[in-house]
């Protein structure tokens, strides 16, 4: 079984700062690594995800995220930040060995953008 | 390019009372599941299917029940509601294998009195 740990529930900044959202996962086994953003009121959409390969992956709208094997960690950073970003980021991790291709989620981090 | 779409996005429940919650995607994933989410916890897996006509169990099954007679739809129902079920459920889908991502839906907000 796995389990995720979303470090911050909630991040306050202020645009074009830059910002880091924290991802620790437990697993027995190798896993996958996704993650999600949710908009208000809409479902969740995949941002980016890890399964091989570099261990910096990036998204198209300038977030990125490093597979951290050691630290079990895969942090999403962004070095500039726009309103626009404003909303949830979930972390989740499947098993790789899962063929219900199942995903865990962590609690969620709340990224809010001040001008 | 609908994608994924849940109905209803919107139902208020009186305790004991049954609904069904329905999922349909136009993408022939294989595999379709159900999550609540629910303030600081995330999403949690109900149930689950990796192909028409079959169904199982995921994190929080217990008071929910779960159909796949057609590919394209996963039905979730809810016997005799209460007031823990309150939260927002999502349906996703995605292709058959690990690592691929999911398409979720929109979710359908209920509320159970």
């Known amino acids: 079984a796995q389990s995720v740990t979303q470090l911050d529930s909630q991040v306050p900044v202020f645009e074009e700062a830059p910002v880091e959202l924290r991802c620790n996962y437990s697993s027995s086994v190798s896993v996958y690594l996704f993650w999600y953003v949710q908009y208000p009121n809409q479902g969740l959409q995949l941002l980016l995800k890890y399964l091989s390969g570099s261990t910096l992956v990036e998204s198209i709208n300038g977030f990125e995220a490093e597979f951290n094997k050691s630290q079990t960690s895969f942090h999403l950073r962004k070095p500039s930040v726009h309103i626009s970003d404003t909303a949830e980021y979930f972390c989740?991790?499947?098993?790789?060995?899962?063929?219900?291709?199942?995903?865990?989620f962590g609690g969620g981090t709340r990224l809010m953008v001040k001008p | 390019n609908a994608g994924v779409t849940q109905t209803p996005k919107f139902r208020v429940l009186k305790t004991g009372q049954s609904m069904t919650l329905l999922c349909a995607q136009d993408?022939?994933?294989?595999?379709m599941y159900w999550y609540r989410q629910d303030p600081g916890m995330g999403l949690r897996l109900i149930h689950y299917s990796v192909g028409e006509g079959t169904t199982a169990k995921g994190e929080v099954p217990d008071g929910y029940n779960v159909s796949r007679l057609k590919k394209q739809n996963f039905l979730l129902g809810l016997e005799s509601a209460a007031p823990s079920q309150t939260s927002v459920y999502f349906c996703?889908?995605?292709?058959?294998?690990?690592?691929?991502?999911?398409?979720f839906g929109s979710g359908t907000r209920l509320t159970v009195v």
């Open positions: 989740a991790v499947s098993d790789r060995r899962n063929a219900g291709n199942m995903l865990t």
């Open positions: 993408m022939n994933h294989e595999y």
């Open positions: 996703a889908s995605s292709y058959p294998g690990t690592g691929y991502g999911y398409t």
